[in-house]
């Protein structure tokens, strides 16, 4: 049962209610902070990436993986190579169902240039614990400037849906400490 009957109910002439009004309030001036965190953020957060991004064809991209799996290579771990590429070289991280390939071994304080790129469908690169979150598209290469500054054993997994073995896609990256 309707206070006026829905024939002649204009809702736009219906009195809001008081709780309705604060809520109605509150939740536009959380979309505003939200909004404007979102900018600030941007100018001071730290954990902004580079925007860095090129466009590869996935067959290409297969084979700069390939390459340097082939020269750096330093063991093996069940089915994945582990490459352990010099300081400041380009270094290349696959997305395919379901894996990140191959498993990478950086050292600590050392730069590198990380590719990214997936050679199927969109995956999500989730760098575990840092949570560093990238997309990552057949047909595009993102370029990630990195200083591992700890060292350890950080995992990779993906975080966009991608078929029905996404929640098995993981890779894992190892930071040594040669100081
Ligand atoms: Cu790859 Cu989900």
Redesign the pocket.
Known sequence: MSVTPPSTRIWWNEPVHKVELIWIVVAFLWGLTMFFTMIWWHAVGKQNLSNEAYRVQPAQYAANVDKMVAAHTVRQEGAFPVVHPPPGSDVYLM?R??MWWPMLELEMGQSYRLHLSSID?Q??FSLQPLNINIQVHPGYEMVVNVTPTTSGTFGIV??????FG?HT?TGRIYVTDTT
């Open positions: 997305g169902v379901y469908l995956h999500g993906c975080n966009e849906y991608c078929g996404h896609m």
